[in-house]
């Protein structure tokens, strides 16, 4: 257990540097509010450490709370994100010094834990995975709100490599049963579980996701114009908030221009398309002649090997995610170009999965048969219902730890804020079965 010992240190390490990353801004950034949709910067980073001191020191370890006046004001459903401005939460230096305290102390938990103990919460460091997770979540959320908040220079940008058009526009993928979801992964939540067999009729996904000169080829032929490519809610939305494209996207001198972290630049054409809500990925899909994905089909075009008869928890395979492979982990601030990554295709040939963009799926948040809530209701079971859209795969701000086939997301289908986008299918026909 000494190697998985190492690995989650580092992971712990790797997570809490980037949160720092992010908050290493002037206080009027942090204790703001950019969005009624998002907190102040200060408070998710507190947030994070109160969590871990919650589920590590309290719940696993049966340590004495640190700062247990502060509960609630960290429990994320005790006060939405638009109040959160009125709560007394830390102040940025008080804040980095209570998480520095707390992981401190989490440190010394995992020296002397047992990973091997039974324990749900113990065993494989599953609570430390749980903590890891959740922070690179909430950092996610944050570099969201970085880019509402519209300052440059504040969020770094790297390099890619560059996209290659050649391939076919749908991969199809035979009728059959696949296994979904998981038993096996240690790590995983427990929307995830348990693994079930599912059986699909044969079908046809996207290769890539829907790129920007797709979607803009949608707004000019009047897409946002015309209620027959809109479920009515959608077109509701559409016409109460006068929405005409992307968000952060405008038009001037006959080019669309994107505004990203702060800095204003043309769209990129051959990216995937980001910041659409799942009305707008729906409406796209039925201009042109396709649907969203369900969330099964999603997942078995991603991971299934019909060869193996196996699930991947990656598209490529077992290999943990590498540069050469999909776009995670903030390596850049945007998706990569479309075709960056054939060698991180799936046994169908579907590119680019994993990384770059969430995307929407057709399926509503629910349980899966058989499903058990751990450690806590709060974290997936208050969502289920008709009420949020499933998202899968993992954007470009998306921290490998915190990816792979089963893993589910999920949200409003009004929201654009987050890093979303998505890929079409359609049913095959009679005669291409």
């Given amino acids: ?121 113990r065993r494989d460091g599953f609570v430390f995975g749980l903590v890891i997770q959740h922070e690179h979540q909430h950092d996610e959320t944050m570099l969201a709100t970085l880019q509402l908040a519209g300052r440059p220079g504040v969020v770094r940008d790297g390099d890619l490599p560059p996209g290659l058009s050649a391939g076919p526009e749908e991969v199809y993928v035979p009728a059959g049963e696949f296994l979904m979801g998981t038993d096996s992964l240690p790590w995983a939540y427990d929307n995830e579980r348990p693994a079930h067999r599912v059986d699909l009729p044969a079908y046809w996904i996207d290769r890539l996701p829907v790129g920007n000169a797709a979607y803009a080829a949608f707004i000019e032929d009047g897409g946002y114009h015309d209620a027959r490519w809109w479920t009515p809610e959608g077109w509701r939305w559409r016409q109460e908030n006068g929405v005409f494209g992307p968000l952060f996207w405008t ?46 089909e999603w997942e078995k075009a991603c991971g299934w090997d019909a060869a193996a008869g196996r699930a991947r928890p990656y598209p490529w395979g077992e290999q943990d995610p590498t540069p050469e492979l999909a776009n995670l982990g903030h390596r850049a601030a945007r998706p990569a170009p479309l075709g960056a990554y054939p060698g991180g295709a799936s046994p169908y040939g579907a590119e680019q999965m994993v990384g770059d963009v969430w995307e929407w799926t057709a399926t509503w948040f629910d349980g899966y048969p058989g499903f058990r809530a751990f450690p806590y209701r709060e974290y997936s079971e208050v969502f289920f219902g008709r009420e949020y859209r499933v998202l899968r795969g993992g954007s470009w701000a998306a921290d490998p730890a915190a990816v792979r086939t089963t893993f589910r997301n999920w949200d409003y289908p009004i929201r654009r804020q987050i890093f979303t986008g998505f890929r079409c299918a359609r049913t095959a026909s009679p005669e291409e079965r």
């Fill in 1 to 121: 257990m000494t190697d998985l010992k190492e690995r989650i240190a580092a992971q712990l390490t790797a997570v809490r540097d980037r949160s720092l990353a992010y908050t290493a801004a002037e206080d009027d950034l942090l204790v703001r509010q950019h969005s009624p949709l998002m907190s102040p910067l200060v408070w998710d980073l507190a947030h994070v450490g109160n969590y871990e001191e919650l589920w590590v020191l309290r719940a696993a370890a049966g340590i004495t709370p640190l700062r247990p006046e502060i509960d609630d004001i960290y429990d994320a459903f005790k006060t939405p994100r638009r109040d959160r401005p009125s709560l007394p939460f830390l102040g940025p230096a008080e804040a980095r010094d209570y998480i520095g305290g707390v992981r401190g102390r989490v440190l010394d938990v995992l020296d002397a834990v047992d990973l091997a103990d039974p324990s749900p919460l």
């Fill in 251 to 296: 038009r001037e001198g006959g080019t669309w221009w994107r505004t990203r972290f702060g800095r204003t630049e043309p769209v990129p054409m051959d990216e995937p398309v980001q910041h659409v809500c799942w009305y707008e990925a729906d409406a796209y899909a039925r201009w042109a002649g396709k649907r969203l994905p369900t969330e099964a």
